[in-house]
Structure formats: structure tokens, C-alpha cells
């Protein structure tokens, strides 16, 4: 038996030991299966709440057997737009956003994060003598990769934990997406599960403007070959038509294959009512790629201006036309009481009228929280 995993009954246990080291392989067994539960678990609309090693259960005393989440006391339905404020979990676990009074199924994915880091370590993340200090230290330290054993992990471990552990729950991998990534796809293939995030991006691209969905369309086509993977395997299970497309039905569909009592108490069908565009009409690839990537996620990544400012050349090159000032209000739904003149500004050249740079990035996120305050 490895030092750092010990059994309590069929209890999966991890032990906080300097030093310890878990192998990658064998790591990456471990957190398929956490992955795979929390992905079900979120699609149907349930958070856990309380994940953490003591609460998965194997299937027998034997370390490879089938791994299964249990006790979940502290689980709750959470609609796709809501987010719930009451402070529940182990404190090693707790996400940040979980002490913030806001949060959703990113949480169950940084505990996710936090048992990976022990696995691959054998020490936490983060650690104090009182539950309030490590409150304190999850929200203001950031966890060590620097010291032994990390340098000797692979790029691809530590880039996956990294994704995990990140503070901002939008830029967080979901469970599915994890699941994709290359450190852990590779392992006895992998099957990503349809993913709950992919819906939360096409109902915001389905109420964006033709503008935003345009410049979200040139930042598609810079996704890289794994993101295309990912994005591939989550439209083929939507079961597209012969010409490749998918409709509100194909969505529908994915989601009764999907169904079970806890997603109707969690209302996830009522959510559909917001895609409601697509049943006149139908969306290929290309166009889910746009609708279902996520722009705060690419913002993490270490090439993201890099990434942004060849999107902006292809959106200019696509017809980045002179825009004024009003038509570009309209398009973000400002009210006419709001200072448009002074609100966006900066969105527009002054030599042409065009967007600019700083405006194609702003309207890949959507309207801000001040343009939301204002109006």
C-alpha cells in the first residue's frame, strides 16, 4: 500500500505527508473517476459540496476497484444562472467562491483541484493551525508547484492542477473539460461525458449581438487542436444530422439520454426555453465553436494576448466596419439614459471609427459589470 493512501473500511483516505509522492498513472486512475462523478453530478443540476477523499467509496478493499462519491448531506439543486451563498464543506476543500457567498459546480472542481494536489504531492495546498486560517490562506496564497516532488512531475500534471486551482471559478476547468485535458485523456481512453458548461455558453451567445458573435467567431478559430478535441466529442454528443448540424431537438434529445429525477428538481429542462432560438434554425461546428468556448478560460492561459490579437486581425480582415458610437450601444442593449459617449469611449478608434483592440476584448465578455450597473 502507498504511503499516502490509506483505507478506512473501503474509504478512500489521503494522507497530508511531506514528501509523498503518488504516481502519475496512478494519480490520474484515481481522478478519472472523481472527474467523471462530478461531471454526472453537475450536469444534473447537483452540486456536492463535500468533496473529499473520505467521501468516495471503493467498491472493494482493492485499490483499482470502482471508485463512487458518497454522502451527499451537504449537496443541493442549483440552477444553471443561480448561484448559492451558504458556507458548507471541509475547510482543506472549500473553493474560494464557496467563502464569497457565491458560488456553483465550479466548487466541487477546485476540491477536485485540491485532492489532485495531494495525490501528486502528498502535502496541501493550503495549510493553517485554525479553520479561519485556512480560510485566509485559500483566498489570499496561491498553492506551491516549486518545491519536490513538483519539478519532477510532468508539464502536463502540473498545467492540469494549475487549471483546477484557479481562483476565479469562471477561468476553472468544469469536471468534463478536465476530463479532456492531455495529461489525464490519454488514459485508457478516456471518455469525456457531455458537459453542463457547454450549455451556459450558448444560452450567453444565443442573447449576444451579431457584433460579439462575430468577433467570438474569429477567436474560434484560434482554438488549438486538444480544444478542438474537447469541443468535437461534446457536438458529436448532440448527435448532429446528416449535414452536421444540431438543432434545438438534437439538444433536447442529448438531454433525456442524459435525465434523471434529480435533473428535473433541478429544472435543468426549463433551461432549454433559453436556446429557444434554435428552433428555427440550425448551428453547425463551426458556429458551436464560437457559442460554446469560453472566453475567461482562454484569458487564463499564458498565451492569451497573443491569442486575442491574431483573433483580431482575422475580425478585422472578416469586415471590421466604422461603427458609431450609437449603433454600438444598441448592439450591447444600453438604455438611452446611459452616457454612451463616455461609457464606450475607448471601444472605437478615433482614426476610423473601427473597433479596436481594447473594444474586440471587451466584447468578447460580453457587457461588463459596468455597463450593467449603468444601465
Sequence with gaps: MRQNIVFDGYKLVLCSLRGGKYPEEDAKAILRQILNAAAFCH???????????????????????????????????????????????????????????A???????WSIGVIAYILLCGSRPFWARTESGIF?????????????????????????VK??????????????????????????????????????????????????????RALSKTLTADELIYLKEQFALLEPNKNSTISLENIKTAFMVNATDAMKESRIADFLASLNALQYRRMDFDEFCAAALSVHQHEALDHWEKRARYAFDLFEKDGNK???????????????????HAVLHDWI????????????VKLLHGPSRSLAKAQ
Design 43 to 101: 450536469l444534473q443540476g447537483v452540486v456536492h459540496r463535500d468533496l473529499k477523499p473520505e467521501n468516495f467509496l471503493f467498491a472493494s478493499k482493492d485499490e483499482n476497484s470502482e471508485l463512487k462519491a458518497i454522502d451527499f448531506g451537504l449537496s443541493d439543486f442549483v440552477k444553471l444562472d443561480e448561484r448559492l451563498n451558504d458556507i458548507v464543506g471541509s475547510a482543506y476543500y472549500v473553493a474560494p467562491e464557496v467563502l464569497h457567498r
Design 163 to 216: 487549471r483546477l486551482l484557479n481562483k476565479d471559478p469562471r477561468k476553472r476547468m468544469s469536471a468534463a473539460q478536465a476530463l479532456s485535458h492531455p495529461w489525464i485523456k490519454n488514459y485508457e481512453d478516456t471518455e469525456v461525458p457531455l458537459d453542463i458548461l457547454i450549455f451556459k455558453l450558448m444560452k450567453a451567445y444565443m442573447r449576444s449581438s451579431s457584433l460579439r458573435k462575430a468577433a467570438l
Design 349 to 360: 478608434r478615433h482614426t476610423d471609427g473601427k473597433l479596436s483592440f481594447l473594444g474586440f
Design 103 to 109: 458560488y456553483s459546480t465550479e466548487a466541487d472542481v
Design 322 to 340: 466604422a461603427i458609431v458610437i450609437d449603433e454600438l450601444a444598441s448592439e450591447l442593449g444600453l438604455g438611452p439614459s446611459i452616457p454612451v
Design 136 to 160: 485566509r490562506t485559500v483566498l489570499k496564497a496561491d498553492p506551491s508547484f516549486d518545491e519536490p516532488p513538483w519539478p519532477s512531475l510532468s508539464n502536463e500534471a502540473r498545467d492540469f
